[in-house]
């Protein structure tokens, strides 16, 4: 059998590398897929904006799990334990943004 040694290439467009600030992340899923929105609030403001959704196979949500577990995992032993904050719970149990802004407030 031949091998296949052909490398993937990947186009990085100027406005894509540009990246866009988000500091929260809803997650759901299906029995086929995984959505992750990336959210910008601000605060004082009243509306939060999606900034970017992306939508993938449950196969690469968990690949994506493991590859973050790994560059946290990497971080960490450079820089040191990330802390995060005690988040506020809203009754659905999902996590409340940034900002200690309680239910209502966003």
Same mark, same amino acid.
């Given at each position: #059998?031949?091998?296949?040694?052909?490398?993937?290439? *990947?186009?990085?467009? %100027? &406005?894509? +590398?540009?990246?866009?600030?988000?500091? $929260?992340?809803?997650?759901?899923?299906?029995?086929?897929?995984?959505?992750?929105?990336?959210?910008?609030?601000?605060?004082? #403001?009243?509306?939060?904006?999606?900034?970017?959704? *992306?939508?993938?196979? %449950? &196969?690469? +949500?968990?690949?994506?799990?493991?590859? $973050?577990?790994?560059?946290?995992?990497?971080?960490?032993?450079?820089?040191?334990?990330?802390?995060?904050?005690?988040?506020?719970?809203?009754?659905?149990?999902?996590?409340?943004?940034?900002?200690?802004?309680?239910?209502?407030?966003?």
């Amino acid at each position: #059998m031949a091998e296949n040694n052909q490398q993937l290439q *990947i186009e990085l467009k %100027p &406005e894509v +590398a540009e990246g866009v600030y988000a500091n $929260l992340a809803i997650l759901t899923h299906s029995s086929s897929e995984f959505v992750a929105d990336f959210v910008q609030m601000m605060p004082g #403001m009243q509306k939060a904006q999606v900034r970017s959704r *992306i939508i993938m196979a %449950p &196969e690469h +949500a968990k690949r994506l799990l493991m590859a $973050l577990q790994d560059n946290v995992q990497k971080y960490e032993s450079q820089f040191g334990t990330i802390k995060l904050a005690q988040p506020q719970q809203s009754n659905e149990g999902r996590t409340i943004a940034p900002f200690n802004l309680k239910q209502g407030d966003a």
